[in-house]
């Protein structure tokens, strides 16, 4: 069965600076990738998206990712954090049947 | 504006009781989604709709049920068959179920 990994649970940064939340895909060779942030209490907010073509995305509120085919991973980075991007987040992928299988989140906490 | 709105934003219910959740979208997509949330656990799917007066189970259907006469309307009923529905529900849209979702503000249901 194919599925989303995302192997932290809950990260830790310092305001300023850099982040990166890791994500294994397990299907497809060329998968429909996304990249969701949630706020405490709302709903999830798109960040980005991969479907074909480069491989380093960028997203909005100042977030890129990077698909390695020979990782099978989709991380998202982010060169400085801000506490406003304290949230959950969760990477998504496109399965066998055309639906998106969320992984589970990682809880990001920024520390002043 | 286009997007998704859930209503209410809380709602409180006795145990024994049902309770319909509402969904709207503007946004003419076709499919519809309907999420529980838990603390720990992500998204997890309860029903689906591709097109109107069409829905299909999702991974935890048990306990609920959906309609969908309207294109853009997909309301959630909690029965009193749900046997632990405190939760936060998230419903989305999208225009096929291969692409990016767009997700509602939630409505968290508490059952006293």
């Known amino acids: 069965a194919q599925s989303v990994t995302q192997p932290d649970i809950h990260i830790t940064v310092s305001e300023g600076a850099s982040l990166e939340l890791r994500c294994n895909y397990s299907y497809g060779a060329t998968p429909y990738l996304f990249w969701y942030v949630q706020s405490p209490g709302q709903g999830l907010q798109l960040l980005l998206k991969y479907f074909s073509g480069d491989t380093l995305v960028q997203g909005i509120k100042g977030f890129e990712a990077e698909f390695k085919r020979s990782q099978s991973s989709f991380n998202l980075r982010k060169p400085s954090v801000h506490w406003s991007d304290a949230a959950e987040y969760f990477c998504?992928?496109?399965?066998?049947?055309?639906?998106?299988?969320f992984g589970g989140g990682t809880r990001l906490m920024v520390k002043p | 504006d286009g997007g998704i709105t859930q209503s209410p934003k809380y709602l409180f219910r006795k145990e024994g009781q049902n309770v319909t959740l509402s969904c709207e979208q503007n946004l003419n997509h076709d499919a519809m989604y309907w999420y529980r949330q838990d603390p720990g656990q992500g998204l997890r799917l309860i029903y689906y709709?591709?097109?109107?007066?069409?829905?299909q189970k999702g991974d935890i259907a048990e306990g609920y049920s959906v309609s969908r006469e309207k294109k853009e309307s997909f309301p959630l009923t909690v029965t009193s068959a749900q046997k632990n529905p405190t939760a936060f529900y998230l419903c989305a849209s999208s225009i096929e179920t291969y692409n990016e979702q767009f997700f509602g503000p939630g409505t968290r249901l508490t059952v006293l």
């Open positions: 998504a992928e496109v399965d066998a049947g055309n639906m998106l299988t």
């Open positions: 709709s591709q097109i109107v007066n069409d829905f």
